[in-house]
Nanobody, 110 residues
Framework: VQLQASGGGLVQVGGSLRLSCAES????????VGWYRQAPGKERELVGL???????NFADSVKGRFTIDRDPDKNVVYLQMNGLKPEDTATYYC?????WGQGTQVTVSS
């Protein structure tokens, strides 16, 4: 199983980014897919997750700004981030079935 997160970049405060988590070797329909982030000097924290029935849950810090959806035909899960803030700056990771992808950097400039 291989996971790959992509779509990060530099964005201004209030901007949007859409991260992708692609998987090979398994189906993202199985079990829960999670998005985490880690800022420099801080512990990795849960951002949100989506289960096999497309139910989602989010950290309080991103509720109302971030959403998660999927494209089952492409075996990709997306993290849509709107209203970005400087404190959202971090490396973002997706995880599934105990596997972690390489992260993608998100930088929000003020």
């Amino acid at each position: 199983v291989q996971l790959q997160a992509s779509g990060g970049g530099l964005v201004q405060v209030g901007g949007s980014l859409r991260l992708s988590c692609a998987e090979s070797g398994s189906s993202l329909r199985i079990n829960v897919v999670g998005w985490y982030r880690q800022a420099p000097g801080k512990e990795r924290e849960l951002v949100g997750l989506i289960d096999k029935d497309d139910n989602t849950n989010f950290a309080d810090s991103v509720k109302g700004r971030f959403t998660i959806d999927r494209d089952p035909d492409k075996n990709v899960v997306y993290l849509q981030m709107n209203g970005l803030k400087p404190e959202d700056t971090a490396t973002y990771y997706c995880t599934h079935l105990g596997w972690w992808g390489q992260g993608t950097q998100v930088t929000v400039s003020s």
